[in-house]
């Protein structure tokens, strides 16, 4: 079950990854603007942040499997309908619908909460973890010589293929779990209200980078009201869409404080270095790699999270997610440092890499292990999902953020000075720092763990 849970992630995962290094091929396919091509990832984070709570309440209400399979197949449909587009509006449609795949991640770490033996339960966690990484690097990696090979067509087919077949499996081996007779259901209006203000607060993130300050801080106050709102609402119903008294649990608030940075400072590198590895090196920084070379060299990161990934359940044992969150962290927050002082030597670069992916792949395990295991299995796919959400806004405050700080100092051909990349990779380094010292805070014991053996399947224990 496992593994074909990690299918299902590695589907998500290179789709995900594979669009980037092909953004400029699309624009010129699609004849359209910089702009318009920037929707092709925009279009996709706004759907998956919003649907991936949505089918992971879904899946605690009516069944983890039931829901898996519909995601991993408006995946495909969605991957289907991109890999059609001859125009912006088509492939956008396409991109909306695959972000349904969103809801992977958070329905296999609750598929495993229910189904896995507690003494392989971190192991099994880790695994579909270090997918994220891994599937990433594979997609960037494949992105060139599919490009070059076939058409960008085949970076949206190949992943519908996988999916379905992914979806398959999952109907056939995996157990179902979570469904409930005469089970709540979710309100419309919560989850338009839910929509509409993290619609907001990302495009107010994303508004950032293009210069409209006013129009980012309008976005972003209406986006604060309808929260508010919203909030209001999911406090007062008999059904929530997300039960906000379990998200401020203590732990809960820590886990997601830390996803949030390890999100800004994972999307952050992968901006950076296939930047730093494309850029002319007679700017004063880069290499001059071209973009079919750019994935063999992020291929260490993926190498590092698979390092770290039997570690973890070692860390669960002897000295607690913490620890795991607090070593990861800083092998992070060292490899910033490492890269902004010595990513003028390939060799230096790759190791930095290696590193970053020994950190966030070990400190991303020991978050969602926490996450699965701080709340009662009725709420782990809405709760992992909302984790999910921190990971994402993470990542796009961090490659704003990155944009950003590369703008601030450029060479007179208008690419980013070498001083850029030492001053974007030390503020994340310091944003690691950040993460692993919330793993440093008191723990407060919660009683409700005592969920975790009162409504767990035998099985689970």
């Not at 100092?409 to 950040?434: H, K, N, R």
Request: glycine letters at 12%; proline letters at 5%; one cysteine or more.
């Amino acid at each position: 079950m496992v593994a074909v849970l990690c299918a299902g992630a590695t589907a998500y995962s290179v789709l995900q990854s594979l669009a980037v290094p092909a953004l400029g091929t699309l624009q010129r396919e699609l004849h359209t603007t910089a702009g318009g091509v920037s929707w092709v990832l925009t279009s996709y984070l706004l759907s998956a942040s919003v649907l991936t709570p949505v089918i992971g309440r879904l899946g605690d209400l009516h069944g983890k499997r039931r829901a898996m399979v519909g995601a991993l197949v408006a995946l495909a449909a969605g991957a289907a309908l991109s890999a059609l587009a001859h125009s912006l509006p088509v492939m956008l449609a396409g991109r909306l619908v695959q972000g349904a795949g969103g809801a992977v991640f958070p329905l296999a770490f609750a598929m495993i909460r229910d189904n896995v033996p507690s003494e392989s339960r971190a192991r099994a966690i880790a695994a579909v973890s270090a997918v994220l990484s891994i599937g990433g690097a594979l997609g960037t990696l494949a992105a060139g010589p599919i490009l070059h090979l076939l058409s960008y067509h085949w970076l949206f087919w190949i992943p519908a293929g996988l999916s379905l077949v992914a979806a398959g499996l999952t109907a056939v081996i995996a157990p179902e779990s979570g469904r409930k007779p005469g089970a709540g259901r979710i309100g419309a209006l919560s989850v338009l209200l839910f929509a509409t203000w993290l619609a907001l607060l990302l495009l107010a993130i994303t508004d950032l980078s293009t210069g409209h300050p006013v129009r980012s801080v309008t976005l972003a106050g209406a986006a604060a009201l309808l929260a508010v709102i919203w909030g209001r609402r999911e406090l007062r119903t008999t059904d929530p869409l997300v039960d906000l008294r379990t998200l401020w649990r203590p732990e809960l608030r820590a886990t997601n404080a830390a996803t949030l940075l390890l999100g800004l400072g994972m999307f952050a590198a992968w901006m950076l270095g296939p930047l730093l590895l494309q850029q002319d090196p007679a700017t004063g920084a880069g290499f001059g790699l071209p973009a079919t070379a750019v994935g063999f060299y992020l291929l260490p990161t993926a190498a590092g999270t698979l390092v770290v990934t039997p570690l973890v359940g070692r860390f669960r044992d002897t000295s607690g997610w913490r620890s795991a969150l607090f070593t990861g962290a800083m092998i992070t927050a060292v490899a910033y440092g490492w890269l902004a002082f010595f990513h003028q030597d390939r060799v230096n670069v790759l190791l930095g890499l290696f590193l970053e992916g020994c950190g966030i792949g070990l400190a991303f395990a020991a978050v969602a292990i926490r996450t699965v295991g701080e709340v009662p299995p009725d709420q782990t796919g809405v709760v992992t999902g909302v984790n999910t959400i921190m990971r994402t806004v993470g990542g796009t405050l961090g490659t704003n953020l990155a944009g950003a700080l590369l703008a601030t100092v450029t060479t007179t051909g208008g690419e980013p000075a070498d001083a850029a990349y030492t001053i974007a990779f030390a503020v994340f380094g310091l944003a690691l720092l950040a993460c692993a010292g919330i793993a440093l805070l008191p723990a407060r014991s919660n009683p409700d763990l005592r969920y975790a053996r009162s409504t767990v399947p035998a099985v689970a224990d």
